[in-house]
């Protein structure tokens, strides 16, 4: 692929997309909002386009974190970089074979090759200023209360989301380099469906010597799949999330909606605050580089009206200057 190709889309899914709040998280929950989430992505790949997706783990890495700290006495802790390896483990098989089994039933198994989930890591800097500003959210939504009771308890840095609630927050630094990066474009070059970046990917830093090692973080999945969607050279990035778009005032009564926005105005906008950290200012972000660094264009909108995203037709479309 040596040129920007729009048929070319990396699709960056919410954490959400598996788990919606109030679910309980069964089973049965994670596997009917797989299904969901793939029927968007057949109906994308039905259209021709070569489909490489990203997908958040905030509610699942918190679940992992809290069942280790529930059974520590008994089973030693693991750490974070482990966890969030599980994490894509977990929903990359739930994502794998929903898209297979859809791609079978709809008769189109044979314009691909298939679906593949690899674990994947993505470079952070030891310097990076997040080590100090705990900023992302992790695991279960808590009142006030119970929030200050386990900041008090398990030494957890707590804040309110914007989404409602309280939630654990933990560093998020920024996203460098997808280590993997060379296998998933040569998958998708190849026709596979890939998924790849789960979560942020898995954090490591580089030694001195080269080497890696997995540190405790969680990188913001949309600046992952940022990094990743440059490295590949695809046209598109498209963030599904649980947002119909990007909005100016968000939830209050002058609120608007970015329907198509230039990169160098949303970036006006990103740095007025319009967007909060943890929330939609990572999404903008990530579009504004996508597109900075060479992408035809970025979108962001409801996964419900996923392939209306990939389209134009919904969401808020953001184009290079």
Not at 133 to 152: D, I
């Amino acid at each position: 692929m040596s040129e920007r190709n729009e048929k070319y889309v990396l699709i960056a899914l919410g954490g959400n997309a598996f788990q919606t709040k109030g679910e309980p998280g069964t089973p049965e929950n994670y596997w009917k909002n797989a299904y969901r989430a793939a029927e968007t992505i057949v109906k994308i790949i039905k259209e021709g386009y070569k489909v490489a997706i990203t997908h958040g783990n905030g509610p699942q890495v918190g679940t992992i974190l809290e069942w280790m700290e529930r059974s520590k006495d008994k089973i030693p802790p693991l750490t974070m970089d482990i966890a969030g390896a599980m994490t894509q483990g977990w929903l990359g098989y739930l994502l794998m074979q929903a898209i297979g089994n859809l791609l079978i039933k709809e008769g189109i198994k044979d314009h691909v090759k298939g679906v593949v989930a690899i674990v994947n890591q993505v470079l952070v800097s030891k310097d990076d200023p997040a080590w100090q500003n705990p900023t992302k959210y992790v695991g279960s939504y808590y009142t006030e209360e119970e929030a200050k009771r386990l900041a008090k308890e398990k030494g957890w840095v707590i804040k309110p989301d914007p989404r409602g609630g309280w939630r654990r927050v933990v560093p998020s630094p920024d996203p460098k380099e997808n280590i993997e990066v060379g296998a998933v474009k040569k998958l998708l070059d190849e026709g596979w469906i890939v998924i790849a970046s789960g979560g942020g990917g898995i954090p490591v830093v580089r030694e001195d010597d080269g080497t890696l090692k997995g540190v405790e973080a969680v990188i913001d999945k949309d600046l992952a799949g940022e990094v990743l969607a440059t490295a590949l050279g695809v046209g598109q990035f498209v963030i599904l999330t649980d947002v119909d778009g990007v909005y100016l005032n968000f939830k209050q009564p002058n609120q608007k909606k970015l329907d198509v926005v230039k990169a160098s105005e949303l970036e006006k906008y990103y740095k007025e605050g319009h967007f909060k950290p943890g929330s939609m200012g990572p999404k903008v972000l990530a579009a504004i580089r996508f597109v900075r660094h060479g992408g035809l264009r970025a979108a962001i909108g409801h996964l419900k009206q996923g392939y209306e995203v990939v389209k134009g037709q919904a969401g808020t479309t953001i184009l290079p200057d």
